[in-house]
């Protein structure tokens, strides 16, 4: 990976004007969370009829950086940048991006109850590498809860709603050709995340999605699985259960 300069953190995804402003980048001094003037009152008063608005809190800000930091460590490990196998410390993570440890720790705790990490005590974190049987058993596993569910909801849901997931097959076409694993496996969740929630069943939407995250690691033609998307949402909005079938089962097989 390649050291950021201080305070920005461009290589991984973030812009740096996104967190100008930090006297710690992972913490937010006053001057960044009371920005906003009081309605009807001078700043720091308040009537006998209302209660005083509190100061938003430094959390607030610290929790917007950690979900930045992990967007980009789910990046780099989409891309290959973080190995797996090798292990990384969160104070050394955190001077390539420019922050304090303690965000990015943060980050890495929830990679680890993602199963994309595993905490190494004293040292870090470690990048799970996961072999071709434990990544054909999550595709079997994704299968066995996705296949249903979409053959259940092409019979059920009217077929003009299913142009809804027309823009985001074709956002997945386009991450295909771009080449980058990390951008399809995006695209690629937003599809399937999209498709599924047509259930109306969150906790399934997130169990996928989990699912998915754990098998991104796998190769495969991007270019031939973001087609299968287009030609299913064009047998979906047709109505044509038996192509649906016939390609559910292919993209799981």
Known sequence: MTPATPGSYEPYGIPATRLEGHADAGYAGEAAVDRVPLQG?????HTHS???????????????????????LRSALGTGELLPGEVYSAPALGDRFGVSATPVR?????LALEGAVEVVPNRGFRVVERGARELAELAEIRGLIEVPVILRLARTVPCERWAELGPLAEASVRAARSGC??????????????LLGFSGNGQLVR?????????QQGGGDLSADAADHVRLVEALVGGDLETVRVLVGEHFG
Do not use: C
Request: hydrophobic fraction near 40%; aromatic fraction near 4%.
């Open 207 to 215: 169990i996928a999605e989990d699912l998915h995250r754990r098998t």
């Open 41 to 45: 009152a001078a700043r720091g008063e």
């Open 50 to 72: 209302e209660l005083p608005i509190p100061r938003p809190r430094a959390i607030v800000q610290r929790a917007s950086v950690r979900g930045q930091i992990l967007d980009a």
């Open 106 to 110: 943060e980050a890495m705790q929830q």
């Open 181 to 194: 694993r990390a951008t399809y496996a995006e695209a690629d969740r937003a599809f399937h995340g999209a």
